[in-house]
């Protein structure tokens, strides 16, 4: 049972590639959703799931994209990277209730120069 | 949700009790006070959550006031490797979201 699992951990991409993120969970959760973490602050919640084929905008969504064909998989996507974009992105999931926690994924490190 | 104040740091011998405290003035009757932390480097991590009783299990305890406007997280014997940052957030359940909105939290250092 790994819980929440990302790939890639480390990434460096120049200015203008693109990439995807990916982020499967084992435990059944119907919701999923993506953060960023910038050096010393908290976190940010980019864009998030609620169902396989659903998405919705979270509270810094522009300059990604995300799409969640299969209920287990959240993939978020960067189509033109900017220096901008360099922080730790964690994925996180948790069951539709609500009254119980989050689990997340241990991150991505991404670096855009 | 509700806005919540926290320390920014806090010390605590190994051992010993460590407190930390999470003001949420604001809050409204159906908001739940929930509790994580952040190890370096690693993604947060459940710590506990309560909406108005006063909450244990294996990690910690949630202590509420009667008002709900503050509450305490206890980790009864702290070691070194609870030094994290702790992040008390407030929010309501609701069916479409539940996102969790996280502030700076509290930097918590246990020593030997």
């Known amino acids: 049972n790994a819980g929440v699992t990302q790939t890639p951990k480390f990434r460096v991409l120049k200015t203008g590639q693109s990439m995807t993120l990916l982020c499967a969970q084992d435990?059944?959760?119907?919701?999923m959703y993506w953060y960023r973490q910038d050096p010393g602050m908290g976190l940010r919640l980019i864009h998030y799931?609620?169902?396989?084929?659903?998405?919705a905008k979270g509270e810094v969504p522009d300059g990604y994209n995300v799409s969640r064909l299969k209920k287990q998989n959240f993939l978020l996507g960067l189509e033109s990277a900017a220096p901008s974009q360099t922080s730790v992105y964690f994925c996180?999931?948790?069951?539709?209730?609500?009254?119980?926690?989050?689990?997340f994924g241990s991150g991505t490190r991404l670096t855009v120069v | 949700d509700a806005k919540t104040t926290q320390p920014p740091s806090m010390d605590c011998a190994e051992g010993r009790a460590a407190n930390l405290p999470c003001n949420h003035s604001?809050?409204?009757?159906?908001?739940?006070v929930y509790w994580y932390r952040q190890i370096h480097s690693q993604g947060p991590q459940y710590i506990i959550h309560?909406?108005?009783n006063n909450e244990t299990n294996e990690m910690a305890s949630l202590i509420i006031t009667e008002d709900r406007k503050s509450s305490t997280l206890i980790l009864p014997h702290a070691t070194l490797r609870d030094t994290a940052v702790y992040y008390c957030i407030v929010r309501v359940v609701q069916n479409a979201g539940n996102m969790l909105t996280f502030g700076g939290g509290t930097r918590l250092m246990v020593k030997p």
């Open positions: 799931s609620v169902g396989e084929g659903t998405t």
């Open positions: 435990m059944n959760h119907e919701y």
């Open positions: 309560g909406l108005k």
């Open positions: 996180a999931s948790s069951w539709s209730t609500g009254r119980v926690g989050y689990t």
């Open positions: 604001t809050i409204s009757g159906n908001e739940y």
